[in-house]
């Protein structure tokens, strides 16, 4: 399987997370970029699951809510 043609379910599962942490701590996108230290871009870019975002960027978002990107064992049918 090329990986552009298939869905990303753990992409999906990052922008959720973010927007619902986001929302449930009270703060705007800009808010959470200025706390992470990053532009609201890159907030924007995570929560509509952009494919192509930095890990280490993503990582200082996650670091906001006790979270970090890990390896994580695959599927028998996301292996083929």
Same mark, same amino acid.
């Given at each position: 399987?090329? &990986?552009? +043609?298939?869905?990303?379910?753990?992409r999906e599962s990052i922008a959720a997370f973010v927007r619902q942490r986001r %929302? &449930?701590?009270g703060l705007s996108q800009r808010? !959470?970029?200025e706390l992470v230290g990053s532009g609201t %871009?890159?907030?924007s870019e995570l929560e509509n699951q952009k494919p +192509? !975002? %930095?890990?280490d960027a993503v990582n200082r978002v996650l670091a906001a809510f006790g979270k970090r !990107?890990?390896?994580?064992?695959l599927s028998m049918a996301e292996r083929e």
């Open positions: 399987m090329h &990986a552009s +043609t298939t869905s990303n379910p753990d %929302r &449930a701590a808010q !959470l970029a %871009r890159v907030i +192509t !975002l %930095r890990m !990107l890990g390896i994580v064992d």
